[in-house]
């Protein structure tokens, strides 16, 4: 998977290519609507096109619209949940997590095995950075 500095992102997929782009400014809230051929036309194509010329010759197949699962820090949450025994979370890692589940997966399987996340410090990615905006973990790709 490719995700570019245009927040475009797009990986082989069958016989095609599956692209994608999540509108930086879209408002909070749940948005079933898919624009289609409109969307992919004016913000999908272009940021394709000028990444690499090939895809000049692209074009709509078929889409949907989806759900994001974004943070404050539009970073991913992972570790124990505080309050509770046994019980840990890695998700929200929106757009990358087919990239990262491997590694969180791992860090998290290490925590609960012996208690701490051995190659992956996954601390600052705990769900109670939230409260302090200067312990954030943010990506300067989603800014």
Do not use: K
Request: aromatic residues 14%; proline residues 6%; negative net charge.
């Amino acid at each position: 998977m490719i995700v570019d500095s245009s927040n475009l992102y797009f990986h082989p997929e069958g016989g095609h290519v599956l692209a994608g782009y999540s509108i930086p400014d879209e408002p909070p809230g749940f948005d079933f609507g898919y624009d289609g051929r409109d969307f992919f036309e004016s913000q999908i194509w272009p940021r394709l096109a000028h990444r690499f010329s090939t895809f000049e010759r692209c074009g709509h197949v078929r889409g949907w619209a989806g759900l994001y699962a974004v943070t404050p820090d539009r970073s991913g949450i992972a570790g124990a949940v505080a309050g509770f025994t046994n019980l840990f979370e890695g998700h929200s890692f929106t757009g990358r997590g087919v990239m990262q589940s491997y590694g969180i997966g791992t860090a998290l399987a290490e925590l609960i095995d012996t208690g701490r996340s051995r190659d992956i410090e996954i601390a600052p990615l705990a769900r109670d950075r939230f409260g302090d905006p200067a312990r954030w973990v943010t990506e300067d790709l989603h800014i």
